[in-house]
């Protein structure tokens, strides 16, 4: 799966979407992501114009792990990721509000399981954007942290319920196997 991932790993080390890096870390960045259409283009608005812009409202910013062990919400161990996912959920709303002067308090910052690509990412958007953080798939990161401090291992033995699309090849066994019975 490394192939189709080498966009990511592009964007991570810096060969790709330059323009869009807001925080670089040992441990992961924090970039516009993709999503968010109304953004400047970061190619020719300098970035003290983006302070304040109309376009906040749509924030949508994604952290991406550098390490590549870490696909998915069920590969955190409380003893290793605890201290980058403080550190996620301290310094990127502080970044954010730097560049962009929209307040901490006004981000939702979550995770996806399943995820749309298994390379370990957290969105960041404003709490009015809704999109991508339905109950049955998004995951606070505060939440998170909080449920590694009371285990480490805790999302390796947790039941973890989540929306299949018709489209899933998943639900597709799944619907067969029923028929069957």
Same mark, same amino acid.
Request: neutral net charge; charged residues 25%.
């Given at each position: @799966?490394s192939?189709s991932? $080498?966009?990511?790993?592009n964007v991570?080390?810096?060969?790709?979407e330059q =323009?869009r890096l807001?925080? !670089?870390?040992?441990h992961?960045?924090l !970039?516009i992501?993709?999503?968010?259409k109304s953004?400047p283009?970061?190619?020719?608005t300098?970035r003290?114009?983006?302070?304040?812009h109309s $376009?906040t409202?749509?924030l949508y *910013?994604?952290?991406?792990?550098?390490?590549?062990?870490?696909t $998915?919400?069920?590969?955190?161990?409380?003893?290793i990721?605890?201290?980058?996912?403080k550190s996620i959920? !301290?310094?990127c709303?502080r970044?954010i509000?730097? +560049?962009?002067?929209?307040a901490p308090?006004?981000?939702r910052i979550f995770? @996806?399981?399943?995820p /749309?690509f298994?390379?370990?990412?957290i969105?960041?958007?404003?709490? =009015?954007n =809704?999109?991508g *953080? /339905?109950?049955?798939?998004?995951h606070?990161v $505060? &939440?998170?942290?909080q449920n590694? =401090?009371?285990d480490p291992e805790?999302? /390796?033995?947790r039941? +973890?319920?989540?929306?299949?699309?018709?489209? &899933?090849k998943?639900?597709?066994?799944l619907?067969a196997?029923k028929? !069957?019975?």
């Amino acid at each position: @799966h490394s192939g189709s991932l $080498s966009w990511i790993q592009n964007v991570v080390h810096g060969r790709k979407e330059q =323009e869009r890096l807001l925080l !670089n870390t040992e441990h992961y960045i924090l !970039n516009i992501d993709t999503k968010w259409k109304s953004h400047p283009n970061p190619h020719t608005t300098p970035r003290r114009e983006w302070h304040s812009h109309s $376009s906040t409202t749509d924030l949508y *910013c994604l952290v991406i792990f550098k390490d590549t062990h870490v696909t $998915s919400l069920r590969d955190l161990r409380g003893t290793i990721h605890l201290p980058i996912l403080k550190s996620i959920l !301290n310094d990127c709303p502080r970044a954010i509000q730097d +560049i962009y002067g929209v307040a901490p308090d006004q981000l939702r910052i979550f995770v @996806h399981y399943q995820p /749309q690509f298994y390379a370990f990412h957290i969105h960041l958007t404003r709490l =009015e954007n =809704e999109m991508g *953080c /339905q109950v049955e798939r998004g995951h606070l990161v $505060s &939440d998170i942290i909080q449920n590694l =401090e009371s285990d480490p291992e805790y999302y /390796q033995k947790r039941t +973890i319920t989540y929306k299949l699309k018709v489209t &899933d090849k998943l639900y597709q066994l799944l619907l067969a196997e029923k028929q !069957n019975v």
